[in-house]
Each structure stands twice: as structure tokens, then as C-alpha cells.
């Protein structure tokens, strides 16, 4: 998945969501990626933090899952820079769960990390739906 605007987004006054250009469905139900800008006042320090959003066609489904988000490197040849995070989490109804300090904005346009290509990120997402209900 894709999620551009990143660089353009964080240093303009709107620090409006960041949502991919791609969905993917997964038992019938549409997910997609965003990113969102947090800044900790406790240390002021500026981070991107990542999620992974439901869009059921009916609103009483409930999704418990086990799903993983990886932020990769635009190094083809290494996926040691790349950086994973994994979660399990009950989505219900439109929602989405996600880590608000996903990656330091620093690390994230440091050069030598090889996240951003023409202002731009790449997540890969790996869910598995453990269970479903409908009320």
C-alpha cells in the first residue's frame, strides 16, 4: 500500500490524515492504511504514527484479528531497515487501531533509512481475521 503526500503533509500547517491509495477486502470487508502526525509535548519530539481501518457493509460486525503493519524500505535488496509492528485487536464496526508513534519523523526522513521515494511511504500489511460476528 501507498501512502503519499508525507513530507509535503508534515511540514504544512494541515496535518490532515494521510489515507493509501489502496484498500484490500478481507471476508467481505474493505481495509485500508493511514497515516496521522503526533507530536509528544513531553518531548518534542514529532512522530508518524500508522493504521489499519475497517469499513464493514454492515455496522453491528465485529472482527477480532491479529494483523501486522510493516513500514518498508525502499531498498528491494534489504528488509532489514524495514519496520514491523504487530497487534491484536477486536475492530468494530468503522474502526481502526494503530500505533500514534509508529516511527520518530526523524528516522523517517533520514536519508540513510530509505523510507520516503517522491514523498511517498510503502506499508505492508499482513491480517488475519481470527473470528467474526454480526449482531
Known sequence: MTLSGIKQRFESLNKENIYSK????????????FAKFYNDCSTSVEY???FLR????RSECEFDTSFQLTLLTNDQFSDERSKSLKASHIFKNKSDWGWKKFVAFSTLVDS??????DDSIRVQVLLKINSSSSS
Open 112 to 117: 540513510e533509512t530509505d523510507f520516503i521515494d
Open 22 to 33: 489502496e484498500s484490500f477486502i478481507v471476508k467481505n470487508v474493505v481495509w485500508d492504511v
Open 48 to 50: 508518524m504514527g500508522l
Open 54 to 57: 475497517c469499513h464493514p457493509e
